[in-house]
């Protein structure tokens, strides 16, 4: 086996009034908010899945199915740190995800040290092995028109 793997993951969400809006594991004040059978934090699924694509484990619906009543409205950090522990278990370690979120508004760039720090926190690892940019569609397709956001990650993992 090669001592390096790389995942992949993508995701995207339906953005509504009344919802909160959870992104990276921190709560962004926003008008809208995403949908979805957990908090519907779509950079910690896409996390999720890079995590879980590397280690060749499925993926997030696969471990946390979206028709199971136990993860309705679940705190996706909770799914994280047991994604964490999956690939801890079959020997693997995080060497470095890079991850980019498509959304029009609001602008995500302030907050993405708050989110590195959340996350390091949550999966254990150093701040500087996980990468957040944040682009827009340019007024483009759902995520232009603000019905919804879209995340990417590709995750490296090492045996250890």
Wanted: charged letters at 20%; proline letters at 3%; a negative charge.
């Amino acid at each position: 086996m090669t001592p390096f793997r790389i995942g992949f993951g993508y995701d995207v969400h339906q953005l509504q009034s009344g919802y909160d809006f959870w992104l990276g594991g921190i709560k962004l004040e926003h008008d809208k908010g995403a949908v979805g059978h957990s908090d519907a934090d779509v950079l910690i699924h896409v996390i999720c899945d890079a995590l879980l694509g590397a280690a060749n484990m499925r993926n997030i619906g696969f471990h946390f199915s979206d028709k199971d009543p136990k993860f309705k409205g679940i705190d996706s950090k909770i799914l994280l740190q047991e994604v964490m522990k999956m690939i801890r278990a079959a020997g693997f370690e995080l060497g470095n995800l890079d991850s980019t979120v498509c959304l029009q508004i609001p602008k995500l760039n302030p907050h993405i040290p708050a989110m590195k720090t959340c996350l390091a926190e949550v999966m254990k690892v150093e701040e500087n092995s996980i990468s957040i940019k944040a682009t827009t569609s340019e007024f483009l397709g759902f995520v232009g028109r603000e019905e919804g956001i879209a995340a990417y990650c590709t995750a490296l993992i090492y045996k250890v």
